[in-house]
Structures are given as C-alpha cells and as structure tokens.
C-alpha cells in the first residue's frame, strides 16, 4: 500500500513570497490533516478536513495560509506571503476517519521550509 | 484543552540499556493515545497506541500501558538498540474533539555502541 505522499521535499524561499505544498493521502482515506511542525516541537494542527470539507482550521493563521482539498483527494496548502517564523517542517497525514479503530493517522516525510 | 506533556530530552544511553520516557495527558473525554516515532528525515511513524484504560501498546520491544488513574501512558523497551535512535512523540486523539491528535514536544534519544 502506497503512503502518503508529498511534495517538495525542500523549499526555500525568501520572506514575503508565496510557496505551495502538495499532499496525496493513503487512497481511500477521507481524512486528511496539515501540521506544521517547528524545530524542537512536536506537530501542531492546522487544518483538518474530512473528504472535501473542513473540519477544524482554528489554528490555521487565515491571513496568510490557506488549503485545499477541492476533490475529497488531494490538498495544496499555501503560504502567502511567507514569514521568517513559518520556517519549518509542514507534515501532511491521513486516516480513515470514524471511530477509534479508524482514526489512526499515517504520516508523510514532510516538506522543509527554509524561509530567508 | 487536550495536552501532552512528555519527558524532556534529549536521553542518551548505551546499546542494551533500558529505555523509559515518559508521558503524562490531561484530556475532557476518553482519548486514544499513541507513540509516535520519528527517523532523521522522515515523517512520522505510528510506534504503538491503546484505545481504552489498562490497554498495553506494543511493537518492536517497546511497551506502553494505558493508566487512567495516573494518567500516563510512559514507554519502556528492556534493552535499546542503536537503531532505536530516534524522536519519539506521545500523543492523544479525543474523538469528542475531531480526532484532532495533539502531540508532546518530542524526545530525543540516541543510543552509543
């Protein structure tokens, strides 16, 4: 069974530009989360959707991350403009959903941000 | 709301030590809880979890109790590798909260030959 996949692996860019991040969940989980995990910290959630809905983007800074998951499949996060402090490690992971036995979240390798 | 507080690291030990981290939750409901690990590089990997009081998690060596009453949910492995370096996370899932997984801040264990 494939993982979860993302992509770039690593990007830097400089303060005030934008970046997009790509996510491919496990097939035929509805769930899919984005964290953002800061060096030395463990992941914090920032958007959580289930199929092409969101669930919960309380932590999302709204006025400069936005995501997507327009067909239930896969999601693009964005940042813009980017900020020095939103250098770090984004991780994308998904899960069936539903009760215990289904809400296990499988992760993928994440994608770098190095913001100069 | 939900939290995670785990061990603070990093923990050092030679190759056939005994292992503890450990991790403490507050929650509202009845969470799942998990460990998590993480390789230089990678995402993360589910270790082992335990979805109702007195569950046993296991996989690999490692162990982890589900304890209501203390709260606590430490992993141990009776004798680490220098495989096993890693970061290791304890989290918690609160089905009352979306599932939202909210994670320690990490340790860091690194095992010497």
């Known amino acids: 069974e494939a993982g979860v996949a993302q992509s770039p692996r690593y990007k830097i860019i400089e303060k005030r530009q934008s970046v997009a991040f790509w996510c491919n969940p496990i097939?035929?989980?509805?769930?899919l989360y984005w964290y953002q995990q800061i060096l030395g910290q463990g992941p914090k959630l920032l958007i959580q959707?289930?199929?092409?809905?969101?669930?919960?983007d309380s932590q999302l800074p709204k006025d400069r991350f936005s995501a997507e998951r327009l067909k239930g499949v896969d999601s693009t996060l964005k940042i813009q403009p980017a900020k020095l402090e939103d250098s770090a490690v984004y991780l994308c992971?998904?899960?069936?959903?539903?009760?215990?036995?289904?809400?296990?979240?499988?992760f993928g390798a994440g994608t770098r941000l190095s913001v100069l | 709301g939900d939290s995670v507080t785990q061990m603070e690291g990093p923990v050092t030990l030679s190759e056939e030590a005994f292992l503890t981290i450990n991790c403490t939750y507050t929650a509202t409901g009845y969470p799942s809880l998990f460990w998590y690990v993480q390789y230089p590089g990678e995402g993360l990997q589910l270790l082992l979890k335990?979805?109702?009081?007195?569950d046993k998690g296991s996989n690999k060596g490692f162990e982890a109790t589900y304890r209501k009453e203390t709260t606590s949910f430490h992993l141990e492995k009776g004798s680490v590798q220098v495989s096993d370096s890693a970061v290791y996370f304890c989290a918690l899932s609160d089905r009352n909260n979306n599932n939202d997984m909210r994670f320690g801040a990490g340790t860091r264990l690194t095992v010497k030959p």
């Open positions: 992971a998904s899960s069936l959903g539903g009760g215990r036995a289904k809400n296990i979240q499988y």
């Open positions: 959707f289930q199929n092409n809905g969101v669930v919960d």
């Open positions: 097939s035929g989980h509805a769930t």
């Open positions: 335990a979805t109702k009081a007195d």
